[in-house]
C-alpha cells in the first residue's frame, strides 16, 4: 500500500510539472532582440491546474536547445527567487556577450514552485542579435517581404488587398516594447467604403499618453522607431465617371 501511494506521489509531481499554467505573452515567435538591450517578459494565467496563485516563487533562465528535460542549456540565469505576487512581468538585460547570429536560438525558461508542486514553462523562440547585425536581419526582412510581394503581384494578378499580420517584434504592442528601438507595424489598409458622417473610424491604435513639459525634459530612452514595410498591393484605376461629367 505504501508502495502504491508512494507511486501515486510521484506520479502527480511529474504531472504537476508537466501542466502548463503560465503562458508567455512576450517575447512572440521570431522577436528580435538586441544584445545589450534591457527587455520585459510578459505572461499571464491560463486558467489549468496549476493556477499562478498556486505558485509563489520562480526562476528565470535564458536557455538554447529544445524545449524538453535534459536536451536544452541555460546559458544564464536572468531573473532568481522573484516572486509572482510583483506582477506578470519581469525585465533583465541581454548580455552582449550572447549575441549570435542563428535566428530563433533562444527562448525562455520559467521554474515556478509552489506548496508541493513545481512547474516548468518556456517562451517562444526569439534571436539575439548584436547591434550591427540586428539592423541587417531587418534589412534582410524587409528585403525579403519586397521579393514576396512582388512575386506575389506577378503569379496572382490583381486582386483584393487583404489585411496581414504583424510578425516578429513588430507584433509586440508598442507601449510593451523596450529598448532604443522600436518597431511599428504597417498601418490598416483604407476602407472601401465611406463610412455615414455619424460614425467615427476606429483608431488602429489608442491614443498615448502625454504629460505637458514645464522643465528639461531627460534624455530620450528611444532612438528611432522602424516602420513594418507594407506587404498588401494597392491597385490604381482611372476615375473615368469623373472625366465624362466634367467633359463629357
Known amino acids: 500500500m505504501m508502495r502504491l501511494i508512494r507511486s501515486l506521489s510521484l506520479l502527480l509531481t511529474g504531472i504537476a510539472a508537466v501542466l502548463a499554467d503560465v503562458e508567455f505573452v512576450v517575447p512572440t515567435a521570431g522577436t528580435i532582440f538586441k ?10 494565467d491560463t486558467g489549468r491546474f496549476p493556477q499562478i496563485s498556486d505558485l509563489t516563487m520562480y526562476d528565470l533562465c535564458l536557455c538554447t536547445g529544445e524545449k524538453t528535460p535534459g536536451s536544452h542549456t541555460e546559458l544564464s540565469t536572468l531573473v532568481q527567487g522573484a516572486r509572482f505576487a510583483r506582477g506578470s512581468s519581469v525585465s533583465f538585460r541581454v548580455d552582449p556577450e550572447l549575441a549570435s547570429h542563428e535566428p530563433n536560438a533562444y527562448f ?8 508541493e508542486i513545481s512547474v516548468i514553462n518556456f517562451s517562444q523562440r526569439f534571436s539575439v542579435f548584436g547591434a550591427h547585425a540586428t539592423e541587417e536581419r531587418l534589412q534582410e526582412e524587409s528585403q525579403d517581404r519586397s521579393l ?13 488587398p487583404q489585411a496581414t499580420q504583424a510578425t ?3 507584433a ?7 529598448g532604443p528601438t522600436r518597431y511599428a507595424p ?4 483604407p476602407g472601401t467604403t465611406i463610412p455615414p458622417k455619424n460614425v467615427k473610424p476606429t483608431p488602429q491604435n489608442p491614443t498615448s499618453p502625454y504629460v505637458v513639459a514645464v522643465t528639461h525634459l531627460p534624455q530620450p530612452t528611444v532612438e528611432k522607431t522602424t516602420s513594418e514595410d507594407p506587404t498588401r498591393t494597392v491597385w490604381e484605376m482611372e476615375n473615368t465617371v469623373w472625366f465624362l461629367a466634367l467633359y463629357g
Open 148 to 160: 514576396e510581394k512582388r512575386q506575389g503581384v506577378a503569379a496572382q494578378g490583381a486582386q483584393a
Open 168 to 170: 516578429g517584434s513588430y
Open 186 to 189: 504597417q498601418p490598416k489598409p
Open 108 to 115: 525562455l525558461k520559467m521554474s515556478s514552485t509552489g506548496p
Open 172 to 178: 509586440i504592442p508598442y507601449n510593451l516594447q523596450t
Open 35 to 44: 544584445a545589450g538591450d534591457v527587455v520585459t517578459a510578459h505572461w499571464r
